[in-house]
């Protein structure tokens, strides 16, 4: 496609809920990134794929943060049993190969907020 | 650690009333620097890219620049449009082949008419 989109675009999940938030990258980019941004802060990197291996998974906050990117296009976030300090936006980045020092580019984000 | 500082946190301008965002770093090594300009509920939109000290990238009103401890983002003459936030990220060398961008908390600017 054109850009990054990423679904849903809004979400509001009870707290103990599982959630699962999509991201379909610009066709042909191998990189593909997830951000987490609180309100009023810069984007915190969660984890790094290319293609299907998830090659940093650093960023993850908890075991119940979990990532996948099977098929090495779309990729899915999964957060189990949701908690309050996990309502942020979150953000999928996308790239060409990052050895080339291609542009990396991000799509609107999925706000997720746990009542 | 890897870090980055924007200052200032906010900036109001009236339009027409040129000014610089400070973004300063500390890393291992620098890969690459980065701008991007956020609108309120979108996702960050792409601007520059700097690699070396010395560097110098323009874009309409914006002009970046790179030396060895910070970055300035130049906005010349700006207009109610400009307004957003904008963002400053570094690339490590350390962070190996991931690309993993550090970000600052970002400059939050209004342009008045």
């Known amino acids: 496609g054109a850009g990054v989109s990423q679904s849903p675009r809004y979400k509001v999940a009870k707290r103990g809920q599982d959630v699962a938030l999509r991201c379909d990258p610009i066709?042909?980019?191998?990189?593909l990134f997830w951000y987490q941004q609180a309100l009023g802060q810069g984007p915190e990197f969660l984890t790094y794929?290319?293609?299907?291996?998830?090659?940093?998974k650093s960023g993850l906050p908890s075991d119940r943060f979990f990532a996948e990117r099977p098929e090495g296009s779309v990729s899915t976030l999964k957060i189990q049993r949701t908690q309050q300090e996990d309502s942020a936006v979150y953000l999928c980045?996308?790239?060409?190969?990052?050895?080339?020092?291609?542009?990396?580019?991000f799509g609107e984000g999925s706000w997720l907020t746990v009542v | 650690e890897d870090q980055v500082t924007q200052s200032p946190e906010a900036l109001r301008l009236q339009e027409g009333e040129s000014s610089s965002l400070n973004c300063s770093y500390t890393v291992s090594g620098l890969r690459g620097l980065f701008w991007y300009r956020q609108d309120p509920g979108k996702g960050p939109e792409f601007l520059f890219t700097l690699y070396s000290a010395g560097e110098e990238k323009e874009k309409e009103r914006l002009k970046a620049t790179l030396t060895k401890k910070e970055s300035f983002l130049h906005i010349t003459a700006p207009k109610p449009e400009d307004s957003a936030t904008y963002l400053c990220a570094v690339q490590a060398v350390g962070s190996g082949n991931t690309g993993k961008l550090i970000f600052g908390q970002g400059t939050t600017l209004q342009v008045k008419p």
């Open positions: 980045a996308s790239s060409g190969r990052i050895s080339s020092g291609n542009t990396i580019y």
């Open positions: 794929f290319q293609n299907e291996a998830q090659l940093d």
């Open positions: 066709s042909g980019h191998v990189s």
